[in-house]
């Protein structure tokens, strides 16, 4: 796959061409040009670091989304071993925006529940860019129940734009999939380990991200709406130009969730993300959920669905005055006129 | 999760001023009618039977005994913990929106007795940006399922939201797993749990707790679904059929129970407690 370079990347662009320019040529000229290699090598990773750490939030969507980004599909073959996908909700059909499988980690069997946006436009396509219809979550339901009752732990991988705004998603009842998925998860008793691998994209991404640990990539983003959407709702006049404001506004990067308590961890991403080097991040989601499944797994069943529950049950933030704040209820009906 | 706060109603009043009292036209049948009449008759055109919309307090009163009904947790009040800022700060769009309904966020919820039976009850404030569903409206509801799971009360939640509040990010979200979650350990604990969808409900709020009635109901023509009509038009790029996305749609397409008539719903909800709870009401 020819790697992609998004516009801020470009200043690297030239330097992986030339490195890659040397490393295709014959093995004489290599063993001669490795000053020059290494010497490239040093200035890409210097040229990434200062291009990483002064990214913008809408830069961080934008690496989130990025067309090279390693996928669920990805991270089933290089985390997973002996994986056997899962397909269709027995009502309907197979969504192939939601990918489920059963797989072995660290010598443990677990269900792997992820998003799949797809690479090509073909694939793109057929995976409907990653945005599943109510079948997709009801796969995915299917699959928790299965785990459930073998006591799998269920690992799952945030990577979608959103549920698909459809019609036929609307008459096949999204919101009612997407909240029994909640419902569900909210009560599983085998330990469920959530990693937001890339784009968190509002209900369609929470409808599997229901876990006891909330693992997410240093660059991956998560939120309520996607920038474009809230910019759209909010700042009719010209969307477009404040796609970046409501980025910020939103407070969606990793770093945000975590100071928020909403997230457990930031796993750190390769020099460049996660897309410059995939065997790398892979390790790292690797370990991460090895410690994390070794942790939940002495707990009860019982007192995981508790914690899960109280984890939830506490997310929110608002006042608690020791007066009533609304106007009292008249003990009868009063009038109501809407003032516009 | 999309707000539509300037979704069209399924039927809108338009005020007419005329010096002695209050006339109101109804854009269901373009009839003048007193809004006393309106009034009394719940909200519903005793001419064409449109249902206007109507405020959170009034639907709890038509469903509640007088004198019976109280309020809980009415002393919750939203934070900005983003600090949210768009063409105007969510401080000042929240303070609006207090003026406007006399309400600290879009929710109320309390106990009463329907018929003589104690119930728990909620309903979303439409006017409050929207109905739209922020940290309050999430906690508001969770306490409501948690005190109807304790009394072993049925509980009734009447929506009305054009789904998650933006202006509180990632914490609007968790309140639709916040919310699902506690309506899973009512359903645990064996306490019948009643949604009423109203117009217009929408994206978070759908996608959680309002389809996750033991029972669903929904008002007629009211405008119920996840992605709103704009946002599904745009994609999909083509007009949507007439009745798309309306209770009676949703009740063809096997998504909700009953569409019933508002002045029913009170009746309607003693009959299924008794059904589900034998017992409680005294027939």
Not at chain 1, 109 to 127: D, F, L
Not at chain 1, 299 to 313: C, G, I
Not at chain 2, 52 to 79: C, K, M, Q, W
Not at chain 2, 92 to 120: H, M, N, Q, S
Request: with cysteine.
């Amino acid at each position: 796959m020819p790697p992609e370079y998004l516009d801020f990347e470009r200043p690297v662009a030239e330097l992986d061409r030339q490195l890659e320019e040397i490393l295709a040529g014959p093995p004489e000229d290599r063993e001669e040009a490795r000053f020059k290699v290494a010497a490239l090598r040093a200035e890409s990773e210097r040229v990434l670091e200062s291009i990483m750490t002064g990214l913008t939030p809408w830069q961080r969507v934008q690496i989130a989304r990025h067309p090279s980004r390693p996928s669920t599909l990805n991270y089933l073959q290089s985390i997973f071993s002996d994986v056997i996908e899962l397909k269709g909700d027995r009502r309907f059909a197979d969504d192939q925006a939601l990918v489920c499988a059963l797989a072995r980690i660290d010598k443990q069997s677990v269900a792997v529940i992820g998003h799949q946006k797809g690479r090509t436009t073909r694939e793109k396509i057929a995976r409907n860019f990653g945005m599943p219809n109510p079948e997709g979550y009801r796969k995915s339901i299917r699959t928790m129940k299965l785990a459930e009752k073998f006591r799998l732990p269920v690992v799952t991988f945030i990577d979608t734009p959103g549920a698909y705004p459809g019609l036929e998603a609307e008459e096949r009842g999204q919101a009612e999939a997407i909240a029994a998925s909640l419902f569900e998860m909210s009560r599983l008793r085998v330990p469920v380990i959530v990693a937001v691998t890339g784009e968190g994209g509002s209900g369609g991404a929470l409808a599997i991200g229901v876990g006891d640990r909330i693992l997410m990539l240093e660059h991956a983003v998560y939120s309520v709406i996607s920038p474009e959407g809230c910019a759209a709702i909010l700042w009719k006049g010209d969307p477009a130009s404040k796609v970046a404001d409501a980025t910020a506004a939103l407070r969606m990067t990793a770093g945000d969730l975590l100071s928020f308590g909403v997230i457990d961890e930031v796993l750190k991403e390769p020099p460049g993300g996660a897309h410059r080097d995939p065997d790398r991040m892979a390790a790292t989601l690797k370990e991460a959920i090895v410690r994390h499944l070794g942790e939940l797994k002495t707990a009860s069943p019982e007192d995981r669905v508790e914690a899960r529950y109280q984890k939830f049950r506490r997310m929110g933030v608002f006042k608690e005055k020791k007066t009533a704040v609304s106007a009292p209820a008249k003990p009868r009906r009063k009038k109501s006129r809407d003032k516009d | 999760m999309e707000i539509s706060q300037d979704q069209k109603p399924s039927a809108s009043l338009k005020r007419v001023k005329i010096p002695e009292g209050l006339f109101l036209s109804c854009e269901g049948c373009k009839e003048i009618l007193l809004a006393k009449d309106l009034e009394k008759n719940l909200g519903v055109c005793p001419k064409c039977g449109a249902h206007h919309r109507v405020s959170a307090r009034d639907r709890i009163a038509f469903l509640i005994d007088p004198g019976t009904y109280s309020e809980f947790a009415s002393n919750l009040a939203p934070a900005d913990p983003l600090e949210f800022k768009d063409t105007q700060g969510y401080k000042d769009r929240l303070a609006g929106a207090r003026r406007k309904t006399g309400l600290a966020d879009a929710v109320c919820v309390g106990e009463g007795l329907l018929e003589g039976v104690p119930v728990v009850i909620g309903a979303l404030e439409f006017g409050f940006m929207g109905g739209s569903m922020g940290s309050v409206v999430g906690e508001k509801i969770a306490r409501a399922a948690e005190r109807a799971a304790s009394r072993r009360a049925p509980l009734i939640v009447c929506s009305a939201s054009g789904g998650a509040r933006m202006q509180e990010g990632i914490f609007s979200l968790m309140q639709m797993a916040k919310t699902a979650a506690a309506v899973a350990r009512l359903h645990e604990a064996g306490v019948p749990y009643f949604s009423v969808l109203t117009d217009p409900t929408f994206g978070g709020v759908t996608a959680s707790f309002a389809m996750l009635g033991d029972v669903i109901l929904a008002e007629p023509r009211a405008l119920i679904g996840f992605a709103g009509p704009r946002v599904i038009e745009q994609t999909i790029k083509k007009q949507l059929p007439e009745g798309f996305q309306r209770a009676e749609f949703l009740q063809e397409h096997g998504l909700v129970d009953i569409v019933v008539d508002r002045r029913r719903l009170k009746e309607t909800l003693r009959v299924l407690i008794d059904h589900l709870m034998p017992g409680t009401v005294n027939l």
